[in-house]
């Protein structure tokens, strides 16, 4: 069998393949750690523009007047908007978004092309600019004949990260083996109780992937309040009243002529960033605590 | 609270002593039941009865349609839209695959023991109690007596009892498929389905479901399917051969082993196993 290999062939053969196995290796490294110290570089430059300008009253004081020419205030209608958007529109999103992946997975589970299909709709509306949802959200805040609000911004960005919430769990319902779902059945389980009880929890660290997925597209978008939730000093209390955004603070800030007020801008990326690590931090907490008794 | 755990006992006992009263009636009878999934003819007219407290083998070659036929005895066979069905299955006189009762009701007449424990992602407590209040059962005490009852039934009791609220995922394969057992005695079935239960279990575990099934048989029908000739003789009454969709020969383990008539089986004893 060996005969017309030689020796020597056979050496070099298990060198190349010692050589393609470290190679690889290699490339995989390079490439994880690369990201991380892309992203790692991102937050430092952030912090270290945005580091002399933030400061207490950044984060709890809302702009006083000339506040956009370097006086005193800070970005709290910002803080207070973003949060009421994201979080309305997150909970809009999941109250949609779980009955709707848990119906694909459990209810249509043998229309396969239905699924196909409704998984096919919901990944083009994920793929959708989120701009366009903004003009959408205007124009259908035109013919209700709504002004820019926080309500306006709550529905537009809910209709934006909604096919976030039902793919990304949609996914890691997929991901359930079927012998789970049929395991549940035979026990005499109607479909609601497999999908709340049963199904619901299996896929909870990917329910929590999915809020965190569709809570950080809200509260970084721009392009969808921009037209819709409008921009105030205020802070926002009535759901019909107008509400700032950080993304929106950063880009007017950013834009600034002033050196002092660019800087603002990256205190509030700061802040920005650090609201999402805390939530996301909390999301993971809760999520293992939850799901202790899941199988793994 | 007291009264009505000795009522249970109680009632335990009664239907202890209806089931286990010699009756060779059929709990189970199947009439010209056919599947087909697209051209392909899964199952060919099958007719059989099972009869009431036996342990029935379903044995053939790999694809002839053993896992299908169990599906359809507690309609599992509903989730594939490709599986067509049509034929008889009758229960206690009800029709399954032709019949008004909620799905869910028949299938709890039916407990499912996989080839695979497929545990539920809650505590080792509440996966036999999910059973339990399935039933209805909601008063603590009851749910904690019978969570004990049916952990004691599969031997499980001593190995989990400190260990009640934990993850099913801390046992073993084994500890696991007797889990899941008494997880499927909790909602009370008339008939346990198992499609080769034992099949990804060890020496030592396989044993100890054998055993359970022996003493199970006085109160309950089994199914199973198994691959194992030896399990077949150790533990069926009756044995159902099958080929290809068809059944073949069935007879008691003595006689179809013995002497089997058809080619078919002859040569499955001799490659089978
Ligand atoms: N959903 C389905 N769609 C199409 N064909 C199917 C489907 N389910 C089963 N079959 C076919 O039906 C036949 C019987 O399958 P089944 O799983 O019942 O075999 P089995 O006797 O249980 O085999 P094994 O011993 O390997 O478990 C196979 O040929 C299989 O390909
Ligand atoms: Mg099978």
Same mark, same amino acid.
């Given at each position: 069998?060996?005969?017309?290999?030689?020796?020597?062939?056979?050496?070099?053969?298990?060198?190349?393949?010692?050589?393609?196995?470290?190679?690889?290796?290699?490339?995989?490294?390079?490439?994880?750690?690369?990201?991380? *110290?892309?992203?790692?570089?991102?937050?430092?430059?952030?912090?270290?523009?945005?580091?002399?300008?933030?400061?207490?009253?950044?984060?709890?004081?809302?702009?006083?007047?000339?506040?956009?020419?370097?006086?005193?205030?800070?970005?709290?209608?910002?803080?207070?908007?973003?949060?009421?958007?994201?979080?309305?529109?997150?909970?809009?999103?999941?109250?949609?978004?779980?009955? *709707?992946?848990?119906?694909?997975?459990?209810?249509?589970?043998?229309?396969?092309?239905?699924?196909?299909?409704?998984?096919?709709?919901?990944?083009?509306?994920?793929?959708?600019?989120?701009?366009?949802?903004?003009?959408?959200?205007?124009?259908?805040?035109?013919?209700?004949?709504?002004?820019?609000?926080?309500?306006?911004?709550?529905?537009?960005?809910?209709?934006?990260?909604?096919?976030?919430?039902?793919?990304?769990?949609?996914?890691?319902?997929?991901?359930?083996?079927?012998?789970?779902?049929?395991?549940?059945?035979?026990?005499?389980?109607?479909?609601?109780?497999?999908?709340?009880?049963?199904?619901?929890?299996?896929?909870?660290?990917?329910?929590?992937?999915?809020?965190?997925?569709?809570?950080?597209?809200?509260?970084?978008?721009?392009?969808?309040?921009?037209?819709?939730?409008?921009?105030?000093?205020?802070?926002?209390?009535?759901?019909?009243?107008?509400?700032?955004?950080?993304?929106?603070?950063?880009?007017?800030?950013?834009?600034?002529?002033?050196?002092?007020?660019?800087?603002?801008?990256?205190?509030?990326?700061?802040?920005?960033?650090?609201?999402?690590?805390?939530?996301?931090?909390?999301?993971?907490?809760?999520?293992?605590?939850?799901?202790?008794?899941?199988?793994? | 609270?007291?009264?009505?755990?000795?009522?249970?006992?109680?009632?335990?006992?009664?239907?202890?002593?209806?089931?286990?009263?010699?009756?060779?009636?059929?709990?189970?009878?199947?009439?010209?039941?056919?599947?087909?999934?697209?051209?392909?003819?899964?199952?060919?007219?099958?007719?059989?009865?099972?009869?009431?407290?036996?342990?029935?083998?379903?044995?053939?070659?790999? @694809?002839?349609?053993?896992?299908?036929?169990?599906?359809?005895?507690?309609?599992?066979?509903?989730? =594939?839209?490709?599986?067509?069905?049509?034929?008889?299955?009758?229960?206690?006189?009800?029709?399954?695959? =032709?019949?008004?009762?909620?799905?869910?009701?028949?299938? +709890?007449?039916? @407990?499912?023991?996989?080839?695979?424990?497929?545990?539920?992602?809650?505590?080792?407590?509440?996966?036999?109690?999910?059973?339990?209040?399935?039933?209805?059962?909601?008063?603590?005490?009851?749910?904690?007596?019978?969570?004990?009852?049916?952990?004691?039934?599969?031997?499980?009791?001593?190995?989990?009892?400190?260990?009640?609220?934990?993850?099913? @995922?801390?046992?073993?394969?084994? +500890?696991?498929?007797?889990?899941?057992?008494?997880?499927?005695?909790?909602?009370?079935?008339?008939?346990?389905?198992?499609?080769?239960?034992?099949?990804?279990?060890?020496?030592?575990?396989?044993?100890?479901?054998?055993?359970?099934?022996?003493?199970?048989?006085?109160?309950?029908?089994?199914?199973?399917?198994?691959?194992?000739?030896?399990?077949?003789?150790?533990?069926?009454?009756?044995?159902?051969?099958?080929?290809? @969709?068809?059944?073949?020969?069935?007879?008691?383990? +003595?006689?179809?082993?013995?002497?089997?008539?058809?080619?078919?089986?002859?040569?499955?004893?001799?490659?089978?196993?």
């Amino acid at each position: 069998m060996f005969s017309d290999i030689s020796f020597t062939e056979r050496r070099n053969m298990n060198k190349r393949k010692i050589i393609e196995e470290k190679l690889f290796r290699v490339l995989s490294a390079v490439a994880t750690y690369s990201l991380i *110290a892309t992203l790692a570089f991102i937050i430092i430059l952030i912090f270290i523009k945005g580091f002399h300008a933030l400061s207490w009253d950044m984060v709890f004081k809302a702009p006083k007047g000339g506040y956009y020419y370097g006086g005193e205030g800070g970005v709290l209608n910002a803080i207070v908007g973003s949060l009421y958007i994201s979080i309305g529109a997150t909970l809009i999103a999941t109250l949609i978004g779980v009955p *709707a992946a848990l119906f694909i997975n459990v209810h249509l589970a043998r229309y396969k092309r239905t699924q196909n299909t409704i998984r096919y709709i919901i990944d083009a509306l994920w793929g959708v600019p989120s701009i366009v949802y903004g003009a959408f959200g205007f124009s259908l805040m035109l013919f209700l004949g709504m002004n820019a609000s926080l309500l306006a911004g709550i529905i537009t960005v809910a209709l934006l990260i909604t096919p976030i919430v039902v793919r990304t769990f949609d996914e890691v319902l997929c991901t359930i083996p079927k012998g789970l779902y049929e395991a549940s059945m035979a026990l005499g389980s109607t479909r609601s109780e497999i999908s709340f009880k049963i199904i619901f929890k299996q896929g909870f660290p990917g329910f929590i992937t999915a809020l965190l997925l569709a809570f950080g597209r809200g509260i970084g978008d721009a392009a969808s309040v921009l037209f819709t939730a409008g921009y105030t000093d205020l802070i926002p209390i009535h759901l019909d009243e107008p509400a700032a955004t950080l993304p929106l603070a950063i880009f007017f800030q950013l834009s600034s002529p002033i050196p002092e007020v660019r800087e603002r801008a990256y205190a509030a990326a700061v802040i920005l960033t650090i609201i999402i690590l805390i939530i996301s931090l909390a999301a993971r907490f809760l999520s293992k605590k939850y799901t202790k008794t899941n199988l793994k | 609270m007291y009264l009505l755990k000795e009522e249970m006992i109680a009632h335990d006992k009664t239907i202890n002593i209806m089931k286990t009263d010699i009756d060779t009636e059929s709990v189970l009878q199947i009439k010209n039941l056919n599947v087909h999934a697209g051209d392909h003819h899964i199952l060919k007219n099958i007719n059989l009865r099972i009869p009431k407290n036996k342990v029935i083998v379903l044995l053939g070659p790999s @694809g002839c349609g053993k896992t299908t036929l169990l599906k359809c005895m507690n309609r599992l066979t509903d989730i =594939n839209k490709e599986l067509e069905v049509s034929g008889h299955i009758y229960i206690e006189n009800d029709d399954i695959l =032709n019949t008004s009762t909620n799905v869910p009701l028949i299938r +709890q007449k039916m @407990g499912l023991l996989g080839q695979r424990p497929y545990p539920l992602p809650m505590s080792i407590y509440k996966n036999v109690a999910y059973g339990i209040r399935l039933k209805g059962v909601r008063d603590k005490k009851m749910i904690n007596y019978s969570v004990e009852k049916h952990l004691k039934e599969v031997g499980l009791w001593d190995e989990v009892k400190d260990r009640l609220h934990h993850s099913p @995922g801390i046992l073993s394969i084994g +500890q696991q498929q007797r889990l899941c057992l008494a997880r499927g005695l909790a909602v009370k079935p008339r008939i346990i389905l198992a499609d080769e239960p034992t099949s990804a279990l060890d020496p030592i575990s396989s044993k100890i479901i054998e055993n359970l099934f022996r003493d199970l048989k006085l109160n309950y029908t089994i199914i199973l399917v198994t691959h194992v000739l030896r399990q077949a003789v150790r533990l069926a009454d009756n044995v159902v051969f099958m080929s290809n @969709g068809e059944i073949i020969e069935q007879g008691s383990p +003595q006689k179809l082993f013995k002497h089997p008539k058809s080619a078919k089986l002859k040569e499955y004893m001799v490659n089978g196993n």
